[in-house]
T-cell receptor
Framework: NAGVTQTPKFQVLKTGQSMTLQCAQDMNHEYMSWYRQDPGMGLRLIHY???????DQGEVPNGYNVSRSTTEDFPLRLLSAAPSQTSVYFC????????????FGPGTRLTVL | DAKTTQPTSMDCAEGRAANLPCNHS???????VYWYRQIHSQGPQYIIHGLKNNETNEMASLIITEDRKSSTLILPHATLRDTAVYYC??????????FGPGTRLSVLP
């Protein structure tokens, strides 16, 4: 198993550009989520999904969209990038929402100029 | 949701046991205690979790007090590779994980 994979590893955007951060897992996990981590801070939940076709907002959803058309993939879209979205983005998955532990991807480091 | 309090930072000598405390005085009956760590901006890594009994796995031991208001993560023989930020998370059944700032553990040679 590759676990949780994220692409790209690094990305630089200009203000106003849009892009999609990719996340995939091969563990057949129901639950997937996106976090952002700013320097020296803990992780903050952006969006999450408890299964294909079901998504919900986390703590900091503004400026981001998600969809979950398959169990494996959970892309995060930045609609119009802003410097405040400069951060490290982590995707995570877990078997079931209620009790399982989370497994994290390696992260995408995004800089918005 | 129960909140956790952890020291900002700790040092530990290589080869010695690292004992990382966590206070969660408002924990309720259906809330689990989880520990994760994050090594140098990598994705967080699961370590261990428990409800009320002490737990041990190949990485660490988790000691939860009888009243469940605090817990301690024990790394029995810390190595330089254990230098990381350690997160204690109290998670209600069926709720999302909430990560605080954690404890920065430095293992010193």
């Amino acid at each position: 198993n590759a676990g949780v994979t994220q692409t790209p590893k690094f990305q630089v955007l200009k203000t106003g550009q849009s892009m999609t951060l990719q996340c995939a897992q091969d563990m057949n996990h129901e639950y997937m989520s996106w976090y952002r981590q700013d320097p020296g801070m803990g992780l903050r939940l952006i969006h999450y999904s408890v299964g294909a076709g079901i998504t919900d907002q986390g703590e900091v959803p503004n400026g981001y969209n998600v969809s979950r058309s398959t169990t494996e993939d959970f892309p995060l879209r930045l609609l119009s990038a802003a410097p405040s979205q400069t951060s490290v983005y982590f995707c995570a998955s877990q078997g079931t929402f209620s009790t399982d532990t989370q497994y994290f991807g390696p992260g995408t480091r995004l800089t918005v100029l | 949701d129960a909140k956790t309090t952890q020291p900002t930072s700790m040092d530990c000598a290589e080869g010695r046991a690292a004992n990382l405390p966590c206070n969660h005085s408002t924990i309720s009956g259906n809330e689990y205690v989880y520990w994760y760590r994050q090594i140098h901006s990598q994705g967080p890594q699961y370590i261990i979790h428990g409800l009320k009994n002490n737990e041990t796995n190949e990485m660490a031991s988790l000691i939860i007090t009888e009243d469940r208001k605090s817990s301690t993560l024990i790394l029995p023989h810390a190595t330089l590779r254990d230098t990381a930020v350690y997160y204690c998370i109290v998670r209600p059944y069926g709720q999302n994980f909430v990560f605080g700032p954690g404890t920065r553990l430095s293992v010193l040679p």
